[in-house]
């Protein structure tokens, strides 16, 4: 069973770090992408990286989040940096579809996500 574990959420003050770790139990031939979803809002894309390393990012966090990815152990990661308060939300990875590499379509059934809380 395709799974996609997230990991490395936790309660930080502004201005601090966090690297998240997202599992996955697929081939690595394939796209990854972040997501959040803040109390009260809709899911939100954050960020995409390609099986050869590239990347593009939504404006909200462009310039402070960095995707990566380790092909080898089958995880993507999100650094996050200056973190805000509006950062607080659950985030959630998944595989995008490859015709919408930037939009909410995804290949699997969202995880469980992982809970990042930025204190002011």
């Known amino acids: 069973q395709v799974q996609l574990v997230e990991s490395g959420g936790g309660l930080v003050q502004a201005g601090a770090s966090l690297r998240l770790s997202c599992a996955a139990s697929i081939s690595s031939n394939n796209p990854l992408a972040w997501y959040r979803q803040a109390p009260g809002k809709q899911r939100e894309w954050l960020g995409y990286i390609t099986t050869g390393g590239t990347t593009n990012y939504a404006d909200s966090v462009k310039g402070r989040f960095t995707i990566s990815r380790d092909n080898a152990k089958n995880t993507m990661y999100l650094q996050m940096n200056s973190l805000k308060p509006e950062d607080t939300a659950v985030y959630y990875c998944?595989?995008?579809?490859?015709?919408?590499?930037?939009?909410?379509?995804?290949?699997?059934?969202w995880g469980q996500g992982t809970q990042v809380t930025v204190s002011s």
């Open positions: 998944n595989v995008p579809v490859t015709w919408d590499l930037s939009g909410m379509r995804t290949v699997l059934p």
